[in-house]
């Protein structure tokens, strides 16, 4: 049996990370989809075929699949026109029932047997996962007859929901689904229209899900794939060739890779990730899921809380909570990252033109690549800072910041005489 991966797409509201496709953010030393790579590869799924933008950027990382023990073939979609077009690029490689996978599902494993388990029953030609929830306005939403689909309904309305089953993004397909996939218009939704359509004409099952859907629609959504992923850790693995300070402390699930150093007094409350070649400073205290990856710092004296760093970033001192720092960041001494509001509702986020509820109370900065922030600077809760950004010393952000801009605070020198 096959999975196809949808690897492909502007990822337009996974601002400041969206340079590369959010299946590459790295979380525990692995992008995102290698970690769903490896899960369906747990199941027995072997060959896989993967849909990606045309920057190669996946296709670097994972390369065929023979060093992750798999087989994996390429299709390229060069613009994003929706997931069922990506699909139809790959239609000739596919002869057999297959997985669609989103590749945020890094718990695919686990998953592949509830829909294998309907499949076994013999009188359905494809088969969706869903999840029952109260709010279900933001998904596609199930259409149901008994054990059946009938169809999906996009987001709909408040109080028009035909049921409270959400798609989570994971499916089960004969080949059959593919004629019929060809013969509907190419448009964005194209995949949702040809599964109305099939639910006509053929049997569509579907299950249920329970537990939390992990799901990579915006940045913060980070926090819950690092969080299954580190729920996965056991024990503490410190490598041998890891640099471990007598002095420190460490306890709890903490994973520390070749080459880091974790110097004098510095203090590790896992989970932890510290990835290969890293480096936490003297006095540092790393606490609640914190991931930092390969060759990045956290300097002296710094407090970080629930924090995800991509690699070769550098911080020094300073107080850095619940916030997302990319790749090749340098972040100046005595960084705030304000995270919570004083009426402690909600942190919403503007993406594009409209307001998010994120459902988190504690969201920091989401800081993109390459950013430089000068000493003292301060955000407030469920900031963005645009990749190649420039923060001024002493200023405070209120504002989301675009890519490439200069933010900074004017400051006026008042000089005062002598009283004496």
């Not at 096959?2 to 337009?12: D, E, F, I, P, T």
């Not at 045309?54 to 390229?76: P, T």
């Not at 999906?152 to 309305?157: F, G, R, S, Y």
């Not at 693995?237 to 300070?245: D, L, N, Q, S, V």
Request: charged share 20%; net charge negative.
């Amino acid at each position: 049996m096959q999975a196809v991966l949808l690897a492909a797409g502007a990822s337009s509201r996974f601002f400041p990370f969206n340079l590369t496709h959010k299946s590459s953010m790295s979380l525990l030393g692995k992008p995102i989809i290698q970690h769903t790579v490896e899960s369906l590869r747990s199941a027995g799924i072997k060959r896989f075929i993967i849909i990606v933008s045309d920057d190669g950027v996946i296709m670097r990382y994972l390369g065929d699949g023979a060093s992750l023990g798999v087989e994996i073939s390429y299709v390229v979609q060069p613009s994003a026109q929706g997931a069922g077009e990506g699909l139809l690029r790959a239609k000739s490689m596919i002869s057999e029932w297959f997985f669609l996978v989103n590749p945020s599902h890094v718990d695919a494993g686990e998953l592949t047997q509830l829909l294998m388990d309907r499949k076994t029953r013999g009188d359905v030609k494809a088969v969706m996962l869903c999840k029952e929830e109260e709010d279900v306005q933001e998904y596609g939403v199930l259409n149901t007859e008994g054990e059946y689909v009938r169809g999906i309904v996009e987001k709909p309305l408040r109080g028009e929901e035909p049921t409270h089953l959400r798609t989570v993004g994971m499916y089960l397909f004969s080949p059959d689904f593919l004629t019929t996939l060809a013969e509907v218009p190419q448009e964005h939704y194209m995949l949702e229209t040809a599964i109305n359509r099939f639910a006509q004409s053929h049997q569509v099952g579907y299950m249920q899900m329970t537990g939390q859907v992990l799901t990579l629609k915006y940045p913060w959504h980070l926090f819950g794939i690092r969080d299954y992923l580190m729920s996965q850790i056991t024990t503490s693995i410190i490598h041998p060739e890891a640099h471990i300070h007598p002095t420190s402390h460490i306890e709890g699930s903490v994973i520390i890779e070749k080459g880091a150093t974790v110097d004098a007094y510095a203090v590790i409350k896992g989970p932890v990730y510290v990835g290969e070649g890293a480096y936490i400073g003297t006095h540092t205290l790393l606490r609640d899921g914190t991931n930092i990856e390969k060759n990045s710092v956290i300097g002296a004296y710094m407090e970080a809380k629930n924090i995800i760093v991509q690699s070769d970033s550098k911080t020094h001192s300073g107080v850095c909570e619940d916030t997302v720092i990319g790749r090749n960041v340098r972040i100046g001494a005595a960084i705030t990252t304000g995270n919570v509001r004083f009426d402690r509702d909600n942190i919403q986020v503007l993406i594009g033109e409209k307001k998010i509820d994120t459902k988190r109370r504690a969201l920091g900065c989401l800081i993109g690549d390459e950013v430089n922030t000068g000493i003292g600077v301060m955000t407030m809760p469920g900031i963005i800072i645009g990749t190649g950004a420039i923060i001024g010393p002493g200023t405070v952000v209120h504002a989301h910041i675009p890519v490439h801009t200069r933010y900074y605070r004017v400051l006026t020198e008042t000089v005062s005489k002598s009283l004496i």
